[in-house]
């Protein structure tokens, strides 16, 4: 699967969207880019994924450069209990394959 | 979204004991589950994967005989730490792989179980 990079942490203000961006530029045609969250002492939570058209569901919103190397996750009201750690991660849908963790952004909703 | 169970959410046992941990989806058929453990301010490690009725497959440096896995049907894995020591305290947590709806896999996570051998 191919990498991604995203920045350590962010801070974003309460009610204010959470823009958190990662970068893919080696992804492949058929990757898909996914986005999970992981509150402290809890497992990862599905947000988001999609190929190359911006997405958007109850949670959030993913947008996807038109050359898919990079993307933006938007949590459009960002609350307190968003506080967590954002992995956004590239892998090949329906390959049966597990996904791969990197370090995540950790994203802190102030008041 | 997809619900995703484990249990015990925690357990505390003694060195050299063994102990079970439970995944089990709950509304709808995992064809592939995957098991996952995090170390204190690390990132999720996989451990292993497996296919309802197959031989789980192991991640290099993962011992399969000391981490038994089960997945005996589309809705229940379980990982059996045998003989467990201090060492192997840490946060597992599973997935569960399937079709939710649309043409994609999605995995879905447990709530993870906290395991601390004394």
């Known amino acids: 699967d191919a990498k991604t990079t995203q920045p350590p942490s962010m801070d974003c203000a309460e009610g204010r969207a959470a823009n958190l961006p990662c970068n893919h530029s080696t992804i492949s045609g058929n990757e898909y880019v996914y986005w999970y969250r992981q509150i402290h002492s809890q497992g990862p939570q599905y947000i988001i994924h999609g190929l190359k058209n911006n997405e958007t569901n109850e949670m959030a919103s993913l947008i996807i450069t038109e050359d898919r190397k990079s993307s933006t996750l938007i949590l459009p009201h960002a609350t307190l209990r968003d506080t967590a750690v954002y992995y956004c991660i590239v892998r090949v849908v329906n390959s049966g394959y597990a996904l791969n963790f990197g370090k995540g952004t950790s994203l802190l909703v102030t008041p | 979204g997809a619900v995703v169970s484990q249990h015990p959410s925690w357990v505390i046992c003694k060195s050299g004991t063994s102990v079970k941990i439970e995944c089990r989806s709950l509304d709808f058929q995992a064809t592939t589950m995957f098991w996952y453990r995090q170390f204190p301010k690390q990132s999720l490690m996989l451990m292993a994967t497996s296919n309802e009725g197959s031989k789980a497959t192991y991640e290099q440096g993962v011992e399969k005989d000391k981490f038994l896995i089960n997945h005996a049907s589309l809705t229940l894995s379980t990982l059996t730490v045998t003989s467990a020591h201090p060492e192997d305290s840490s946060f597992y947590i599973c997935?569960?792989?399937?079709?939710?709806?649309?043409?994609?896999?999605?995995?879905?996570f447990g709530p993870g179980t906290r395991l601390t051998v004394l």
């Open positions: 997935s569960a792989s399937g079709w939710t709806g649309g043409n994609t896999d999605t995995q879905y």
